[in-house]
């Protein structure tokens, strides 16, 4: 199946379920997600998927293919931050720049930044520095890096949390409108009603380690 899968999934810490038999199912180009309030298990979710937290049982199946134990490089999973991780001592392409793969040639990589920052909202912004963004446009380059790694899902932890108002709906746009692009699914992780609505096609609500729909 086209699209991003997690079937029974579980994780214990301390003896203690987080994940209890989870399932979800993510369309290709669909945009789910995930709401719950903080200590539910949100991030452990996102993190099993991306293969940051091992599961005890359960498998992560993404475009058809197994990919449960497949190291997180491997599998070809973007994944955003509360807090964009970007390195201070670059520039914003010098930043981009780690977020190619390393078989793109040289004389194409400087087009392909270009194209990304564009793609993010973010034209000529390659020499500015890291230190003088906003929180909301070090969150786009933190999204442009990701996509230039040609993710074939992505994750998003919270990425908004930390920006309030019109910053945040014209972010919670621009991801919207990235994601449908690239027909990306994707799991967005939050625990605000209202930007769970405003950027996905579907909304879950998570619950004693499992998701149900809304409403039911
Ligand atoms: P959320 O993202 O919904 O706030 P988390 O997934 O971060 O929730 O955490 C769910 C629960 O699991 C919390 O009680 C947290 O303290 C616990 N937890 C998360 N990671 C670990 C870990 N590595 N070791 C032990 N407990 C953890
Ligand atoms: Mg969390």
New binding site residues.
């Given amino acids: 199946m086209a699209g991003l899968e997690v079937r029974g999934a579980e994780v214990r810490f301390d003896e203690r379920p987080v994940l209890d038999g989870l399932s979800l199912t993510v369309a290709q180009g669909e945009i789910v997600a995930v709401l719950g309030p ?1 200590g539910c298990g ?2 452990t979710l996102l993190r099993s998927i991306v293969g940051l937290q091992p599961l005890s049982s359960g498998e992560v199946w993404l475009n058809g293919k197994d990919l449960t134990t497949s190291p997180t490089e491997r599998r070809g999973i973007g994944f955003l931050f ?1 807090n964009p991780v970007l390195y201070p001592t670059r520039d914003v392409a010098g930043n981009l720049r780690l977020g190619l793969p390393l078989n793109v040639p040289k004389h194409e990589r400087a087009a392909r930044i270009a194209e990304a920052l564009k793609e993010v909202g973010l034209e000529g912004f390659e020499q500015r520095t890291v230190d003088g963004l906003s929180g909301g446009e070090g969150q786009r380059v933190a999204l442009a890096r990701a996509l230039l790694a040609e993710p074939k899902a992505l994750l998003l ?2 990425p908004f949390s930390a920006l309030d108002g019109s910053l945040r709906q014209r972010l919670v746009d621009t991801v919207r409108s990235v994601l449908k692009a690239r027909n990306l699914p994707a799991v967005h ?1 939050t625990h605000d009603a209202d930007e769970a609505k405003a950027i996905a096609d579907r909304c879950l609500h998570m619950e004693d380690g499992r998701l149900r729909e809304e409403g039911a």
């Fill in positions: 903080s949100k991030s509360q932890d919270e992780v």
